[in-house]
């Protein structure tokens, strides 16, 4: 009859969760990077995963040794380092020293997340601020474009790959320009049908458009991002382009290049829906994404850099504050469908 | 027309004053703490530049060229006077302007932004027309970096950062941040 | 069937597991008289009740305890024949030690109540029958356990348009509603009539969430052509939130910081008014009440009527508490109380006595919030959530008010979306009880 | 201790204040203006380093030589003009005598004017202090920020160009990091001077508390 007491636990309501996890959510998002790094692999060869595992490195050791939480390595669970560092990987071009591409990773945690207190609390997308700064350190290095490589070549690296820490990576004599580049500079356009194949130069995860889009899909489906952030950007760059296109054919690019060209797709899917650094109320992602989309055009076509994906979406994330302060929900009850 | 868009596109975020010249940090660092006090103190520096613009095109043609030695203390002590006088000048007309932009107008004279609107504009050979859009450019993208950067620091100050880092050092991080995106715009219409 | 096929429902919300086959079909049992029962003197939000009995006193079920300590308050019956044997302060579910009253069994009695007469309820004026459900110890049943009877002192200048009967139990494991409803059509909608034609409402409408179809089938049946409708809708939590069914029935939105009278409308649990017909007809008062006891810890998940004070071991020893139990829970698994220990008493606000095995225990870890925007969907105040706990985490009180803290109601959606673990609704909880601290000391 | 002990002890106290315990950028965080705008180089920061001590300390003996005869109501006008003369004095010298500095300097030089650090020395200390005391205060505070300056030109040119005052230090195959010597670069490298000096602070602070038991011991 005397049944034992249970020691019983006392935790506050509610007592059911949906089951979600953050680690869970994270190894999800990296599982739909996986596409993206078979891509790269197959165009650019071993010299892609050099860089990615360079950049991971540099951003798993930087959070292992800087991470305020305590015991080290409990920070590395998250995933999100892992994350960041593949991301950043995959928008620097194929055979970037691994040095640079190892204080990426650096920077992108260091200065990117840790310095405003780790996962969660910073302001810019860590992989962005990593690129970023190699984009304004290397400016050289950083738009020198290998082609799009043969199944043949898959095991050649770049001389420059190797360069010792903080030596020049000597430029090898074959290098070429990105499509937006070439129709910055010369007014050629790139056929889309290659931008969407990845016979194009690029960074290593921008190159081959559909396995982006699939992934984008996929992640939208497991709803791992806000499906409006990457349809608010591709419509407004489509709109946007569109309207300059049809005044000035000639000169312009078609919004079908301005959509398949450079990092905008990787961006959109990748990028601009880190959620830390995004709006979170969904009238808010649509002025962001609109903004994203706004300043890519303007950068494009007007300003004095080819490509503007990573600055569009930075300056995006410094606005995101104020976008989350004027998209709150408005509470029920309140405003004007109160009775 | 073009030159007169890339002057203000120039001055508002390819050269902001703030992150591209490092001009009125002070009041970027002392202000932006409160989203609504940096907007007003952005507002606030926009008519002060206006001021200085024109200002600066008067003593250009009509004093500078008889004592160029002049140049620093008149333009200090006319800039500060002029807007004095203006200060009082909305005192009396707008008391509800005045409350939500005068108290910062006399801060804003001995800001170094301010200084170097007219010494630039001056030594550019800006026409008035040139330097109203110039003064507008540079003190829109001063409110646009002030207003951005009062949001982020909003942001930032619920966040867990970490002791070492917390105050300048942060506020310099973060502007160093927003600095880079700016760099986005880098030649802007220049090709216009 | 048609106003039951339309999407009725309100804005966000969640969709959590139901649960609740484990004891759907189960019919009401009744839960033997235990030997002892304790009665906190304050079962009820609002003032606690006055005894009237001493300690020594024989007293018959049904027989009045205790009387209102105010209007907020309400009255206390005996739940069985027995003899008061102590009046001293015992552990209240909530943790706190509250002045109650202990009445041991009389094992002789045949526990029937003593007979009485129906009220004519027609003859009462709204006063008086405001008294009557007070006298009555009407309490809400759905588990907020406010007085029923102050829902019915209409505030100067407004008007009861529209009586909503609350059918929706969108806590899952909970059955008791759907039981009540299922066994005692008629009583409910005897109940929700005699409140409708006291307080003069022009409409009634029963809400009831699409998974119980043979309730609605049932109460449709009762209902007939009448002027009472019953509404299906759409399964959601929280639903029977007042103002999140208002919205799903009238699509209206009552304002934040008022009451839903202040629209003309008047919502009551369904077991309230199968509550309220027992007393008009019979003269029952509230001494017992349905209550649904689930959960992989017990070995024969059922629907009790359990007899007011009964203990909650004893709740768990009749449907067989097995070894494994390592959480106890009074109410749904999304508002209700975690009990420390099981020597607390069955209250009439308890709609369900939950216990979870290490299985259905919440193990998730915390991780840093990442504004995924989760909680925000969830939440149907539309508030947003993640912004709330972490103003509340730095302690920025004026903000929290700003961004309307206030208005939540705590059905904890927001934790319950939230994948990184973060304790939202805990920290808004935490966060309002401070506000409220520091105006009650600065005012 | 005789007057002259506490005088020329206090004259030290106020000389060295300056360079670290309130040096004017580290803790003071002031005159970041020119701070920022011209350490791209360490040659740049000196010569702004050097112009600015020049008007600081000039300024400040003036100030403080008058200050019983400027009227409080017209004093920071006062101040401003003084201060704007001796600009004009340093600006006219630099000009004839390192030309390609001051045009590298541009209208930084004629910002000293703005230079909170100047201002706020005459108004809370020159105006109030006796003239060697003043003088000790400005060449300190000099000393501190030509200090700063020099740190963070010298960083700066360091990793942005690979050499230190044009003088390559890494041979030909460094690769500069091009960033130090824009605009973001400059405010990084003084986030993270501050950062390393509040890491200085904290050692500092935390230090005695975890040793005191074993010294205690110890003695």
């Known amino acids: 009859m005397t049944q034992p007491e249970p020691h019983l636990l006392l935790r506050a309501a509610p007592f059911l969760r949906r089951g979600l996890t953050t680690p869970g959510l994270m190894t999800e998002v990296i599982l739909a990077l996986v596409p993206v790094i078979l891509a790269a692999v197959y165009f650019f060869g071993v010299s892609a995963l050099l860089v990615l595992t360079a950049t991971t490195l540099g951003a798993v050791a930087t959070e292992w040794l800087l991470s305020p939480v305590r015991p080290r390595g409990v920070a590395l669970r998250d995933g999100s380092a892992i994350l960041t560092g593949l991301i950043l990987g995959l928008c620097l071009p194929p055979g970037l020293a691994l040095w640079m591409a190892f204080l990426g990773g650096v920077v992108a945690i260091g200065l990117g997340k840790l310095a405003f207190g780790g996962l969660g609390q910073n302001l810019f997308n860590p992989a962005l601020v990593g690129r970023a700064f190699l984009q304004a350190a290397f400016p050289t290095a950083l738009t020198t474009w290998v082609p799009e490589g043969t199944i043949t070549e898959v095991l050649s690296v770049r001389s420059g790959t190797f360069a010792a820490p903080f030596m020049q990576s000597s430029v090898d004599a074959v290098s070429t320009a990105t499509p937006l580049g070439v129709m910055k500079f010369e007014n050629v356009a790139t056929p889309v049908a290659d931008l969407l194949l990845g016979n194009s130069a690029g960074s290593l995860g921008e190159t081959c458009g559909v396995v982006i889009i699939v992934c984008g899909v996929f992640m939208a489906w497991r709803r791992l991002f806000d499906w409006r952030i990457p349809v608010a950007i591709l419509a407004s760059v489509a709109a946007f382009s569109a309207v300059v296109w049809v005044f000035d054919p000639q000169a312009s690019p078609s919004p079908a290049f301005m959509l398949g060209s450079g990092g905008l797709l990787f961006g959109a899917v990748y990028m601009a829906t880190d959620p830390v650094t995004s709006p979170i109320a969904p009238r808010g992602v649509w002025i962001f994404g609109i903004g994203v989309g706004a300043l890519v055009v303007l950068i494009r076509l007007w300003g004095g850099l080819p490509e503007g994906v990573m600055y569009a979406i930075l300056l995006m994330n410094a606005a995101t504050p104020l976008i989350d302060r004027i998209s709150q929900p408005r509470g029920f009850g309140r405003g004007r469908a109160a009775a | 027309m073009n030159d007169l868009l890339w002057i203000f596109v120039s001055a508002m975020v390819i050269n902001n004053f703030t992150l591209y010249y490092f001009l009125g940090l002070c009041p970027f660092f002392g202000v932006s703490g409160q989203l609504k006090t940096a907007f007003r103190l952005g507002l606030a520096t926009i008519f002060v530049m206006l001021i200085t613009s024109l200002c600066a095109s008067f003593l250009n043609a009509f004093v500078l060229p008889h004592a160029p030695y002049l140049k620093l203390i008149a333009f200090i002590v006319v800039i500060a006077s002029t807007v004095q006088f203006v200060e009082m000048l909305i005192r009396k007309l707008s008391p509800t302007l005045f409350r939500a932009l005068g108290i910062f107008l006399p801060l804003i004279t001995t800001n170094c932004a301010i200084l170097f609107l007219a010494l630039t504009q001056t030594s550019r050979d800006y026409s008035l027309v040139q330097g109203v859009s110039f003064a507008l450019g540079a003190g829109s993208g001063f409110t646009l970096a002030l207003v951005l950067m009062a949001g982020l620091r909003q942001e930032a100050s619920l966040a867990s950062v970490p002791e070492i880092v917390k105050g300048t050092a942060l506020n310099m991080i973060i502007a160093g941040l927003l600095s880079l995106a700016f760099m986005g715009f880098a030649g802007l219409f220049s090709a216009v | ?443 | ?219």
């Open chain 3, 1 to 443: 069937m048609s106003s039951g096929l339309f999407k009725l429902s309100f804005r966000h919300g969640i969709h959590p597991d139901e649960h609740k086959d484990q004891t759907a079909h189960r019919p009401f049992e009744r839960m033997p008289f235990a030997d002892r029962l304790i009665l906190p003197l304050r079962q009820h939000t609002g003032a606690p009740c006055e005894p009237v009995v001493g300690v020594g006193a024989e007293v018959r079920r049904g027989q009045v305890l205790a009387t209102p300590g105010g209007f907020v308050s309400t009255t206390l019956h005996s739940p069985v024949t027995g003899r008061v044997t102590a009046l001293a302060a015992r552990r209240h579910p909530n943790g706190q030690m509250v002045p109650s009253m202990e009445i041991d069994t009389d094992a002789y009695s045949s526990q029937r109540l003593p007979p009485a007469s129906s009220i004519d309820w027609r003859a009462l004026t709204l006063d008086g029958f405001i008294e009557e459900v007070q006298r009555a110890g009407l309490v809400g049943l759905g588990g907020a356990a406010f007085p029923t009877h102050v829902k019915y002192k209409l505030p100067d200048g407004r008007r009861c348009e529209r009586l909503v009967v609350n059918g929706c139990e969108c806590e899952p494991y909970l059955t008791s509603d759907h039981r009540t409803m299922v066994e005692r059509p008629e009583a409910v909608v005897r109940g929700a009539e005699i409140v409708a034609t006291m307080l003069g409402a022009k409409e009634t409408v029963i809400g009831v969430e699409l998974n119980k179809l043979d309730a609605i089938e049932t109460l449709r049946r009762v209902v007939g052509e009448g002027p009472t409708r019953v509404i299906g809708l759409n399964v959601k939590y929280p639903q029977g939130a007042e103002k999140m069914l208002i919205k799903s029935i009238f699509d209206l939105e009552v304002p934040a910081g008022k009451l839903p009278i202040d629209v003309g409308i008047v919502v009551n649990n369904v077991a309230s008014m199968a509550a309220v017909a027992d007393y008009f007809d019979r003269g029952q008062p509230l001494i017992e009440r349905g209550v649904t006891v689930a959960g992989p810890g017990v070995d024969r998940p059922s629907n009790l009527i359990v007899p007011v004070g009964t203990s909650v071991r004893d709740v768990l020893r009749h449907c067989g508490l097995n070894h494994e139990t390592r959480q106890v829970i009074m109410g749904g698994p999304m508002m209700g109380m975690p009990l420390a220990s099981l020597d607390v008493p069955i209250l009439k606000g308890t709609s369900g006595i939950l216990a979870f095995t290490d299985e259905v225990v919440d193990h998730t870890a915390e991780y840093a919030c990442l504004k995924c925007g989760r909680c925000l969907e969830a939440c149907s105040n539309l508030l947003n959530p993640a912004r709330l706990a972490r103003l509340a985490r730095a302690g920025r009180w004026n903000e929290l008010e700003m961004n309307y803290v206030m208005d939540c109601m705590e059905c904890g959606a927001c934790t319950y979306a939230c994948p990184s673990g973060v304790p939202v609704v805990h920290l808004i909880r935490a966060a309002k009880t401070s506000i409220r601290k520091r105006k009650a000391k600065g005012e």
């Open chain 4, 1 to 219: 201790m005789t007057d002259h002990a506490v005088d020329s002890s206090r004259l030290y106290d106020e000389f060295v204040k300056g360079i670290w315990k309130e040096n004017p950028v580290f803790v003071q965080v002031l005159g970041m203006c020119p701070m920022l705008a011209v350490t791209n180089s360490a040659v740049n920061a000196l010569a702004m380093g050097l112009a600015t001590a020049f008007v600081l300390i000039g300024s400040s003996v003036l100030v403080s030589l008058f200050r019983r005869l400027i009227p409080r109501q017209v004093r920071i006008s006062t101040y401003i003009i003084i201060i704007a003369t001796f600009v004009t004095v340093a600006d006219f010298t630099l000009e004839a005598v390192v030309p390609t500095v001051h045009r590298e300097l541009g209208a930084f030089i004629s910002l000293i004017v703005v230079n909170c650090l100047i201002l706020g020395r005459q108004e809370a200390f020159a105006s109030r202090n006796p003239i060697h005391v003043a003088l000790a205060d400005a060449v300190g505070m000099a000393i501190g920020f030509a200090f700063a300056l020099f740190c963070l030109g010298a960083t700066r040119e360091i990793l942005g160009s690979g050499s230190l005052f044009g003088v390559s230090l890494f041979g030909e195959n460094f690769e500069p990091w091009v960033i130090m010597v824009l605009p973001p670069g400059g405010f990084l490298m003084l986030g993270f001077i501050l950062l390393f000096f509040n890491w200085v602070q904290q050692r500092r602070t935390l230090r005695p508390s975890r040793v005191s038991p074993a010294t205690r011991e110890a003695a």
